[in-house]
């Protein structure tokens, strides 16, 4: 079965501007339908609480101001348990991941990372989107 990526809608956590814009580029370039942004957890969080369902998978930066994309992440987990949710960080370290995977992380992706890189995770979540 063919894979629709126009019908993703991505919220993107990022608060590196050259990071932000790398994500787009792919995610434009892959055809997905629509990408938002928020420059922190907290930003994340309202966007989401405005108009939570509109987005069917977050990609995230780890180490923001104001609110983690860790502390984001378990928000996320109280209210939308099957949210897919990608976390882009720097943080390769196991006890990093293991923490993420505790707190229900989908996916994780250290940075640097390459386009081909985020384009196989994210498609791998839209995969298990398209399942449901």
């Known amino acids: 079965m063919e894979l629709d990526l126009q019908k993703l809608h991505i919220l993107i956590v990022e608060d590196n501007p050259r990071t932000l814009k790398l ?13 938002f ?3 922190d957890g907290r930003e994340a969080q309202t966007f989401l609480d405005g108009g939570g369902d ?5 990609i995230c ?5 104001r609110m983690s994309g860790l502390d984001l992440l378990k928000q996320v987990r109280m209210t939308m348990p099957e949210m897919p949710f990608l976390m882009v960080t720097a ?20 940075k640097p990372f390459s386009p081909a890189e985020l384009e196989q995770k994210v498609v791998a979540l839209a995969r298990r989107i398209d399942e449901n």
């Open 23 to 35: 994500i787009q580029a792919v995610l434009k370039d892959m055809g997905v339908g629509q990408a």
């Open 37 to 39: 942004t928020a420059r």
């Open 54 to 58: 509109l987005i069917n998978l977050i």
């Open 61 to 65: 930066d780890w180490n923001m101001p």
């Open 91 to 110: 943080r390769g370290t196991i006890d990093s991941v293991m923490a993420a995977k505790k707190s229900g992380v989908s996916g994780y992706v250290v």
